[in-house]
């Protein structure tokens, strides 16, 4: 059985998404001492977490990054903020998704479906890690880790999927709409920024490795994954 840490100071919207989440035969725990998120989620130990911006003592943003800290579990924040930038902060801070307010229920089900599905539901079947390797650049998209030349970057579940589809596709382009749909399920409720926000954090990870410009953006397409470094570099 999942479970799902709400971390909402609007307590009836908190009860609402735990009778959704309920309903649905997963665990959920509402945070009720908004100064000690992180000592709860380390107590429940859950496998996603949901998360509001404005919260009483330190922001959503704030416990993101501490809660990233420590664990690559998907975190969706579920804000009355709806404007890009604050979309955009929260996946700078780590964040696997953003759901404005108002929201249907059912569009938050298919999302933490979704993400539960590609972060834990594909391994349990796999006795062998998967790496996939181009030039000496090596994934290991189970450990959801990058390396090259002894270098290793941590990723997250949506940076490890990119990463994934565009060097398993080397040398094509691969559109916009394939990566809409290979990391989004339901991508009609996804905006246009999210799938840029997430290539730009890519680009910055592999910056971490000494790789630059490797990820080329083709007009009125999508995006090619280009040999920028060598092994030797």
Not at 164 to 181: A, G, H, I, Q
Request: hydrophobic share 40%; net charge negative.
């Amino acid at each position: 059985m999942y479970t799902i840490m709400i971390v909402e100071d609007d307590f009836k919207i908190a009860e609402l998404l735990r009778t959704h989440i309920e309903k649905y035969g997963y665990r959920a725990v509402i945070a009720r001492e908004f100064g000690r998120i992180l000592a709860l989620f380390g107590e429940v130990n859950p496998d996603m977490v949901l998360l509001d911006i404005n919260l009483p003592e330190y922001d959503g943003y704030y416990w993101c990054r501490q809660i990233r800290s420590q664990s690559k579990c998907p975190i969706i924040f579920i804000s009355a903020r709806a404007g890009d930038m604050d979309q955009i902060m929260a996946l700078e801070n780590g964040a696997d998704d953003y759901i404005a307010k108002p929201f249907h229920y059912e569009v938050v089900m298919a999302k933490i479906r979704s993400h539960l599905r590609r972060t834990y539901g594909e391994y349990a079947s796999r006795n062998e890690e998967r790496i996939v390797e181009h030039a000496g650049l090596t994934l290991f998209p189970e450990r959801m880790e990058a390396g090259l030349n002894g270098k290793v970057v941590s990723l997250t579940k949506k940076e490890s999927d990119l990463l994934e589809m565009l060097m398993s596709r080397y040398p094509r382009v691969v559109s916009r709409e394939t990566l809409l749909e290979k990391l989004w399920d339901d991508q009609s409720y996804v905006d246009d920024n999210t799938l840029n926000v997430n290539i730009t954090r890519v680009r910055k990870k592999l910056q971490e490795l000494g790789i630059e410009d490797s990820i080329e953006t083709v007009r009125g397409s999508g995006y090619r994954l280009t040999v920028s470094w060598g092994e030797d570099q």
